[in-house]
């Protein structure tokens, strides 16, 4: 069983879009992330949720909503998708002190 | 405020030889360290962590990592590199009282040579 999983895996779209990445965690745990790699491998927090409440926001574009249906479940909406938004967006769940993380979805504006 | 420094971008290594990649610390108390390996194409996963204790810290894969306090340093290290060691290397570090945040350095990419 995967324990970190996202959908899709790659998503190809144009300027202007809206899109969303799908995140799910079979993991039991309260809190899940995502997190943004750019094309220089750098990896930086977006958003956190704990038990469906956000509690973290990293001053990403408001044209990012992450969504949390429910604890097990972290969506993401991207709203007039940019050039700039090209990246690898990871999904990660945290137990105590660990973070698990999906397999990413490579996300391609052109 | 927290920061995690990886002074090598690129590392290559021949198979067989020993490794050591660098991983600095900005903290001013007792960080959580961790080390984690990215494949091509794939998630993270997690190598090892340093909470507290023993400074020498053994992980999967036949990795370890030791925590200096004085340098600041959580660096990790493989006695003997196999081909399929070949990834992208990350450092991350938290702590007690935010250990909702996560920092991560900006990555080594280690090459192995057979």
């Known amino acids: 069983d995967t324990a970190v999983s996202q959908t899709p895996k790659y998503l190809v779209t144009q300027m202007g879009n809206d899109k969303s990445i799908k995140c799910e965690q079979n993991?039991?745990?309260?809190?899940m992330y995502w997190y943004k790699q750019d094309s220089k491998k750098f990896l930086k927090i977006m958003f956190s949720?704990?038990?469906?409440?956000?509690?973290i926001n990293e001053t990403v574009p408001n044209r990012f909503s992450p969504k949390s249906p429910d604890k097990a479940h972290l969506n993401l909406h991207i709203n007039s998708l940019e050039l700039g938004d090209s990246a690898v967006y990871f999904c990660?769940?945290?137990?105590?002190?660990?973070?698990?993380f999906g397999p990413g979805t490579r996300l391609t504006v052109t | 405020a927290q920061s995690v420094t990886q002074p090598d971008i690129h590392i290559t290594v021949s198979e067989g030889a020993s490794l050591e990649l660098r991983c600095n610390y900005s903290?001013?108390?007792?960080?959580?360290l961790f080390w984690y390996v990215q494949s091509p194409g794939q998630g993270l996963q997690l190598l090892l962590k340093?909470?507290?204790?023993?400074?020498l810290v053994q992980g999967i894969k036949g990795f370890e990592a030791e925590f200096k306090r004085s340098q600041s340093s959580f660096n990790l290290r493989k006695p003997s590199v196999h081909w399929s060691d070949a990834a992208e290397y990350f450092c991350?570090?938290?702590?007690?009282?935010?250990?909702?945040?996560?920092?991560f350095g900006s990555g080594t990419k280690l090459n192995v040579k057979p």
């Open positions: 990660a769940s945290r137990s105590q002190y660990e973070q698990y």
């Open positions: 991350a570090v938290s702590n007690q009282y935010n250990f909702n945040k996560f920092y």
């Open positions: 949720y704990n038990n469906k409440e956000l509690i």
């Open positions: 903290y001013g108390a007792t960080p959580y």
């Open positions: 993991l039991g745990h309260d809190t």
């Open positions: 340093y909470f507290s204790g023993d400074t």
